[in-house]
């Protein structure tokens, strides 16, 4: 494949150069210099790898557990029908709601679509259907 896109040969006894060159400021610094951009690139050996850490930082972001609704992306349209984006987020509320088999409160931040469902259906139900386990919160 290499030969394909190549059309130089080089003659069987001649050595290859180096990719890299060595300055002696660069390497007494830990740095490599690179031939392409003249870029210096931070290939230092000190250098401890981060640790990576198992637990995940959890975000509140703006969707609603129970019913998935999300932020749309909409146009908002002036007089002179010039259009710009613009995002419409859930109405999301914090409630605390009475389960019953858990004969308990439970804190829970949901969108008022997402109330009006369980008004209707009951909190098992939905929260069944949606997979969330009311017993962590």
């Not at 180096?18 to 951009?37: M, Y």
């Not at 409630?95 to 088999?101: G, P, S, V």
Request: with cysteine.
């Amino acid at each position: 494949m290499a030969s394909m896109l190549c059309s130089y040969s080089m003659p069987a006894g001649a050595a290859r150069a180096p990719l890299l060159r060595s300055n002696a400021h660069a390497t007494s610094l830990g740095f490599a210099t690179s031939q392409l951009a003249g870029l210096s690139l931070g290939l230092t050996s000190a250098a401890a790898p981060l640790p990576l850490s198992t637990k995940h930082t959890i975000v509140a972001r703006r969707i609603c557990p129970f019913l998935e609704k999300k932020t749309n992306r909409a146009n908002k349209v002036s007089f002179s029908n010039h259009k710009t984006k613009k995002q419409q987020f859930v109405n999301l509320q914090y409630k605390k709601l009475w389960w019953e088999a858990g004969k308990r409160y439970v804190k829970l931040r949901l969108s008022t679509k997402a109330l009006k469902t369980i008004e209707k259906h009951g909190l098992d139900a939905v929260a069944k259907k949606a997979g969330i386990d009311l017993n962590k919160k």
